[in-house]
């Protein structure tokens, strides 16, 4: 499976959390091999045109670390290549060009322009990320970004790419000492490539009667 992970919007109080790319062995969901390998991933055209108008439409990409060095050495490289289909290079341009925020107590972090650097993901610093921004904030892969907004509930969108195929063992995006998270299905829409996109927002819990 993959996620595209999570985000938070000033607007509409979006924590969006996509799971870019997961797989699905029994009930567990990973977002990698246990050496970050993600050779399996199953892509078409439908996906491109989600993954872009996801970060057409978000007003930064909110990262750790590593995935935010990642990013910075191939998006860039991408965006200038003449020899990258047009879709790539158009999505690889935007998410060069957007407002990205890399989480980092270390401050070690790649240069990239329109980054800038949060320290601590506690809830005041989320609220002030929230209130001081314009749109959606999309995380990407970044597990432990995702893991820390889970535990302040600052996760309002879980997108998760679901692709047909089972790799046993891996990282996965719910720990399995995690207390359960109750979800509500948005959306479900099947990719030609066999992927299916699920959207979910965090359940509503109600007082029992």
């Given at each position: 499976?993959?996620?595209?992970?999570?985000?938070?919007?000033?607007?509409?109080?979006?924590?969006?959390?996509?799971?870019?790319?997961?797989?699905?062995?029994?009930?567990?969901?990973?977002?990698?091999?246990?050496?970050?390998?993600?050779?399996?991933?199953?892509?078409?055209?439908?996906?491109?045109?989600?993954?872009?108008?996801?970060?057409?439409?978000?007003?930064?990409?909110?990262?750790?670390?590593?995935?935010?060095?990642d990013?910075?050495?191939?998006?860039?490289?991408?965006?200038?290549?003449?020899?990258?289909?047009?879709?790539?290079?158009?999505?690889?341009?935007?998410?060069?060009?957007?407002?990205?925020?890399?989480?980092?107590?270390?401050?070690?972090?790649?240069?990239?322009d329109?980054?800038?650097?949060?320290?601590?993901?506690?809830?005041d610093?989320?609220?002030?990320?929230?209130?001081?921004?314009?749109?959606?904030?999309?995380?990407?892969?970044?597990?432990?970004?995702?893991?820390?907004?889970?535990?302040i509930?600052?996760?309002d969108?879980?997108?998760?790419l679901?692709?047909?195929?089972?790799?046993?063992?891996?990282?996965?995006?719910?720990?399995?000492?995690?207390?359960?998270?109750?979800?509500?299905?948005?959306?479900?829409?099947?990719?030609?490539?066999?992927v299916?996109?699920?959207?979910?927002?965090?359940?509503?819990?109600?007082?029992?009667?």
């Amino acid at each position: 499976m993959s996620p595209e992970l999570s985000g938070l919007s000033k607007q509409t109080g979006v924590c969006y959390a996509e799971d870019r790319r997961f797989d699905v062995d029994d009930a567990r969901r990973y977002v990698a091999g246990p050496q970050d390998e993600m050779d399996w991933l199953a892509l078409d055209e439908r996906m491109q045109d989600y993954e872009t108008a996801l970060v057409n439409d978000a007003d930064a990409l909110l990262l750790g670390r590593i995935t935010h060095q990642d990013f910075a050495n191939a998006w860039p490289r991408i965006a200038q290549d003449d020899s990258e289909a047009p879709a790539t290079r158009a999505y690889a341009q935007r998410v060069d060009d957007m407002p990205k925020i890399v989480a980092s107590r270390s401050g070690k972090t790649a240069k990239w322009d329109n980054t800038t650097r949060v320290e601590s993901l506690d809830k005041d610093a989320m609220t002030r990320l929230r209130r001081d921004g314009d749109g959606d904030v999309v995380i990407y892969g970044s597990l432990a970004v995702v893991a820390a907004l889970q535990a302040i509930d600052m996760i309002d969108e879980y997108h998760l790419l679901v692709h047909p195929t089972a790799i046993g063992e891996g990282k996965a995006l719910f720990p399995p000492d995690q207390s359960p998270i109750r979800l509500q299905l948005r959306s479900a829409e099947p990719l030609p490539s066999g992927v299916a996109l699920m959207r979910y927002i965090p359940a509503v819990e109600t007082a029992a009667s």
